[in-house]
Antibody, heavy 123, light 108 residues
């Protein structure tokens, strides 16, 4: 059974940093690209970042480019999102999600999602 | 960036009725790379449809997707109580992938 469990969310002041983690199990982690998608309170879904199976290719939304860094540790089956220079508009539930296609390349279609971790940016 | 517009914003229907949800793109979606997700309160999104018309694993056949180019439709043939939720479309053919604003299907 595919499981994705996010952690690391919390309350942080504007300008602060936070690192999110996503522990994956139940599938061949290195064979799939992974993504982070966020949802502001009461709002829709917004893609944030993605990484290929090997970790060699990374992708970012313009809204977070230069502030967020995605990475993965394939030995630990864990995905990360390092978030720096946080702003109030980054407040959201952050979901990690697994690509549907087994190839390692990024296809942007996610078939399994974690339950999310809430990040609140406020003074 | 492709903008997806979903309509209506809210659909009020009774169990057993047919639901028709629309997703219109600001430009043609490459290779019909259009997906639909269902989200219930406090839960993660669930993949229903991909490639515009292919059902994901375990999705009941009352859910169907259609369309091409810039106009897509999700149809729920007969609403079950568990189908009342918010539905999002997503295009994944062009970078960045983008989501529509959602349609809420509520009990009338």
């Amino acid at each position: 059974e595919v499981q994705l469990v996010e952690s690391g969310g919390g309350l942080v002041q504007p300008g602060g940093s936070l690192r999110l983690s996503c522990a994956a199990s139940g599938f061949s982690f290195t064979g799939y690209a992974m993504s982070w998608v966020r949802q502001a309170p009461g709002k829709g879904l917004e893609w944030v970042s993605a990484i290929s199976g090997s970790g060699g290719s990374t992708y970012y939304a313009d809204s977070v480019k230069g502030r967020f860094t995605i990475s993965r540790d394939n030995a630990k089956n864990t995905l990360y999102l390092q978030m720096n220079s946080l702003r109030a508009e980054d407040t959201a539930v952050y979901y990690c999600a697994k690509d549907k296609v087994y190839s390692g390349n990024y296809y942007a279609l996610c078939d399994y999602w974690g339950q999310g971790t809430l990040v609140t940016v406020s003074s | 960036e492709i903008v997806l517009t979903q309509s209506p914003g809210t659909l009020s229907l009774s169990p057993g009725e047919r639901a028709t949800l629309s997703c219109r793109a600001s430009q043609s979606v490459s290779s019909s790379y259009l997906a639909w997700f269902q989200q219930k309160p406090g839960q993660a999104p669930r993949l229903l449809i991909y490639g515009a018309s292919s059902r994901a694993t375990g999705i009941p056949d009352r859910f169907s997707g259609s369309g091409s180019g810039a106009d897509f439709t999700l149809t729920i043939s007969r609403l079950e109580p568990e189908d009342f939720a918010v539905y999002y479309c997503q295009q994944y053919g062009s970078s960045p992938n983008t989501f529509g604003g959602g349609t809420k299907v509520e009990i009338k």
